[in-house]
């Protein structure tokens, strides 16, 4: 599993950073991006769905990611943001 958590991270910092995002923050198997423009997040999303499903995971069953999307005003501070 440790191997795949890591594939997983690399996963999602290639697809935000392809789509104009940063990773802001970790979350143990998770991670929060953020995004100038609110279509790139969403062309992010399902880009990174569709990277993980075709993945050769080593657990068996393999990896699903949720991904929820957040528009609106955030406030930066002690680099993280809230909102």
Not at 33 to 46: K, N
Not at 53 to 70: C, K
């Amino acid at each position: 599993m440790a191997g795949d958590l890591e594939r997983h991270d690399e996963l999602v910092r290639a697809v935000v950073s392809e789509h104009g995002g940063i990773v802001f923050k970790h979350t143990g198997d998770g991670a929060m991006a953020a995004f100038e423009d609110p279509s790139a997040a969403v062309t992010a999303a399902v880009a990174l769905q569709r990277a993980m499903a075709v993945e050769d995971w080593s657990t068996p069953g393999g990896l699903q990611a949720r991904v929820a999307i957040h528009v609106g005003s955030v406030v930066e501070r002690d680099g993280d943001r809230f909102g």
